[in-house]
């Protein structure tokens, strides 16, 4: 977005719902870029059960952010699959693969970084 991209956000606690969705993405994230880009701004999320979320509706709509359509199950449409394939093929030729949860968040976030 913008020519640029934020850090790799990494949710800590498993799962992710909507409350969590709703504070750790929409509000940091979302709105701030709706602000930067006016009402151009068309918001891309996918069916994933935490992005359709009554608290996550409200949000988006309480900050009067268009969402775009989605059609269900169409994961080569979106274009962040690519970027977890990306991320995968990154990892997987590692000499040494991460074993550990921190590992492996310390491994993301540097293929993350050097990401072109």
Same mark, same amino acid.
């Given at each position: 977005m913008l020519g640029s991209r934020t850090d790799l956000h990494i949710f800590d606690a498993g799962?992710? +719902?909507?409350?969590?969705y709703? +504070?750790?993405i929409l509000l940091?994230?979302?709105r701030l870029f709706r602000g930067a880009m006016g009402l151009q701004f068309l918001f891309m999320d996918? +069916?994933?059960p935490c992005h359709r979320t009554v608290a996550a509706e409200q949000l988006?709509?309480?900050a009067d952010i268009e969402r775009m359509d989605w059609p269900a199950r169409s994961p080569d449409l979106n274009p962040i699959e690519?970027?977890?394939d990306f991320l995968g093929r990154r990892l997987a030729p590692r000499t040494l693969p991460p074993v550990t949860i921190?590992?492996?968040?310390l491994a993301l976030q540097d293929e993350w970084a050097a990401m072109p």
């Open positions: 799962s992710v +719902n909507g409350p969590l709703c +504070n750790e940091p994230y979302v996918d +069916n994933a988006l709509e309480s690519h970027v977890w921190r590992e492996l968040r």
